[in-house]
């Protein structure tokens, strides 16, 4: 217990020095960077380091506690937590949805040759559709498609658009990983006259785990794409993705307010790496450590 | 608003619409070459209000408080309609929304929406809310921009997505060519731009980006930016403005008697929406603000001011198309050149696009009921903008 809670500090050291040292790195660029940004060949490859760019990065989490807009009694903070909340909701149903087709298609891909090869190229192709081409498709359904009396709210269509995203690492992912059971040892459960189920239940799904993994670890983070981009893309109300554009609008005036937005983006990403990470060491707990020397 | 003298001009807008009907009796429903005339609208009691979707071109601000003030004070209730109002976003189009029935009625400027139209869009443009073009180009003072000529030479801002097209048309005015003779750059919606220098002249609404400006520190004087720091080039007073925002219908749908009949209510609650917000814009901000806009209170009671400025007086009455700004409209979306040489329109477009009918008998009906519909006497406030427009 105690080298676990050695550990546990010794990474969150690590991780507090991470942020002081990107804190550190742009406040630095700010000092010795060109306030309009420089040009190398007639090109800007330096950014600008003014305040209008780069706020300070007190200005910018003093922000936080300031109210949204004068005359409101909501702070930033508290709206951008309910956006990341908001969106975080619908990034797990997303996900959900997202990894069962993943699995399911994987399921199926692996048990049937010939649907390997048919799907496999066209869940290919699904992946170079643009996303923000689909939102306004899939938007649409809200409020009109109606399936067994059951209305289909706006925001499913945001968490529609992250399972999109994220079903194919994960259907990729699991479909590597079903393969990777050893043959001996597949032999030797169809020896014992084990059903195709037994095999899979049993020893494809275990040792498809290593591989399943960083799949959901990319699928988890697709979906919070997914579900940001189409919130952008669609203007649903009440998420990060929202917040952003909302907040970008005032960008002239205001830079520091759009970077308020930003950070709960990626608060909620991390989060969401969080809870797969989670997982992992969860399912990964009877499994031999590899050593690091 | 009481329900009696409703009541009263219901019965009076039906026996005038007779009158309208009997007049433009050839234009019957087979007839598709033209706009359909306005439908009777009935005096029967409400019973079950007619669900009405309007799609608007962005997210909720005073752009669009005439609706919302119609919706909160009652406008449309009493009417018999039951009017859910859809925000805009990135990639919503209201034309392509309205076309494909997901919305009964939409907002859009008339460049866009008759590109959509000649597409194949079945849309018709049945209240011109905005009477006036509200596109400015804005640079600052020293860098001498003070009419669309100057601009040779010159980093241009637009924004794209069909905003753009005054620009052409006033760089073809003036005698330039988009491709040589400006140097065109993609803007954000925003004026840091501008404010960087990365542009010369940053394309902008009179109602929000140039109010953008002016809630910004100016680095040299330590103060908010004023008018006299800033060069505006007006298109409408270039003389190339077009007309932005309309209400669009189904035109298929117009035939429809009981469709008709609810695009009148529905265009004399929301022009009576406006005229509430002409004579408060300090009531019509706060139904914006309270919908849920999260853009400060002074530049929305800025935006409100500006887009009656846009709106009113209307000596013809409130959303009734003009046929010369029609026309200017038209001709310019098939005159003004963007960098391939395109145009927006490549032929007029046909008679049914725009009709007067609809906004006719919905202020016939607004006269019964006593509500101004010239604003004569509008006079806009003065709104003191603060840094970031909190």
């Known amino acids: 217990m105690n080298r676990f809670v050695r550990r546990a500090a010794y990474r969150t050291s690590m991780f507090l020095l991470s942020v002081v040292l990107v804190v550190a790195l742009w406040e630095m660029y700010k000092v010795v960077g060109p306030q309009d940004g420089g040009k190398l060949f007639g090109a800007g490859v330096l950014p600008r380091s003014n305040d209008t760019a780069m706020p300070h990065v007190w200005t910018m989490l003093s922000r936080y506690g300031r109210p949204e807009v004068r005359g409101s009694d909501k702070r930033v903070w508290v709206v951008v937590l309910a956006g990341a909340w908001f969106s975080f909701r619908l990034s797990i149903v997303g996900f959900l949805l997202g990894s069962s087709i993943g699995v399911g298609l994987s399921v199926l891909m692996s048990r049937f040759r010939l649907v390997e090869r048919g799907l496999l190229p066209y869940l290919v192709v699904s992946q170079t559709v643009p996303l923000i081409a689909l939102a306004p498709l899939v938007a649409l359904w809200g409020g009109k498609l109606h399936i067994f009396g059951f209305e289909w709210p706006r925001w499913l269509s945001a968490a529609v658009l992250g399972a999109f995203l994220s079903f194919f690492p994960i259907a990729v992912g699991t479909l590597r990983g079903l393969a990777s059971a050893p043959a001996a040892s597949v032999e030797l459960m169809e020896s014992y006259a084990a059903s195709w189920k037994q095999i899979l239940l049993k020893l494809r799904f275990p040792s498809a785990i290593p591989y399943m993994i960083p799949a959901f670890k990319l699928g988890a983070s697709g979906s919070v794409v997914g579900v940001v981009v189409a919130e952008i893309s669609t203007g649903l109300k009440g998420g990060i993705g929202r917040l952003i554009i909302e907040y970008a609008r005032e960008a002239t005036a205001d830079p520091a307010k759009v970077f308020t937005a930003v950070f709960g983006a990626a608060a909620l990403g991390l989060t969401m790496a969080g809870v797969i990470a989670i997982s992992d060491v969860y399912l990964m707990r009877n499994r031999p450590k590899e050593t690091s020397s | 608003m009481k329900k009696s003298s409703i009541k009263l001009a219901v019965a009076g807008l039906a026996a005038l619409s007779l009158v309208v009907a009997a007049c433009g009796g050839s234009s019957s429903s087979t007839d598709t070459t033209a706009a359909p005339a306005a439908a009777e609208v009935t005096t029967d009691e409400c019973v079950t209000p007619t669900p009405v979707k309007l799609q608007l071109q962005w997210f909720t601000q005073a752009q669009f408080a005439g609706y919302y003030a119609a919706l909160e004070n009652g406008y449309y209730t009493d009417m018999c309609l039951d009017v859910t109002i859809l925000e805009g976003a990135v990639d919503i189009t209201p034309q392509t929304v309205l076309a494909n029935g997901e919305a009964d009625f939409a907002i859009s400027w008339v460049s866009k929406a008759l590109a959509s139209r000649e597409g194949g869009a079945n849309i018709v443009d049945i209240a011109q809310v905005f009477q006036r073009s509200g596109t400015l180009q804005v640079s600052m003072k020293d860098s001498g921009i003070a009419s669309s000529a100057d601009f040779k030479g010159k980093k241009i801002g637009n924004w794209g997505y069909g905003n753009e097209f005054e620009i052409f048309a006033a760089l073809t005015k003036a005698g330039l060519d988009p491709a040589k003779d400006v140097t065109l750059i993609q803007q954000q919606f925003d004026m ?52 932005q925002d309309a209400i669009w219908a189904d035109g298929h749908r117009l035939f429809d008697a009981d469709y008709n009949a609810t695009a009148v209510k529905f265009v004399a609650a929301s022009l009576m929406g406006w005229a509430f917000c002409r004579d408060d814009a300090q009531a019509c901000t706060d139904i914006v603000v309270a919908k849920g806009s999260k853009l400060g209170a002074t530049h929305q009671l800025w935006q409100m001011n500006e887009v009656n400025k846009l709106i009113w007086p209307a000596p013809a009455g409130v959303g009734m198309i003009d046929e010369a700004a029609w026309t200017r409209t038209v001709d310019l979306s098939q005159t003004a050149k963007n960098l391939e040489g395109g145009t927006v329109l490549t032929k007029a477009p046909d008679a049914a696009a725009h009709t007067n009918e609809i906004v006719t008998a919905a202020l016939a009906l607004l006269t019964e009921m006593g509500i101004d519909i010239n604003g004569a006497a509008f006079a806009p406030i003065t709104v003191t903008l603060t840094e970031g427009g909190n």
């Open chain 2, 192 to 243: 840091s731009g501008l404010l960087a220098g990365d542009i010369d002249a940053g394309e902008a609404m009179t109602y929000n980006e140039y109010a953008m400006v002016l809630e910004s520190i100016n680095p040299a004087t330590k103060a908010l930016y004023t008018a006299d720091d800033l060069n505006v080039v007006s298109y409408e007073d270039e003389g190339v403005g077009m007309l």
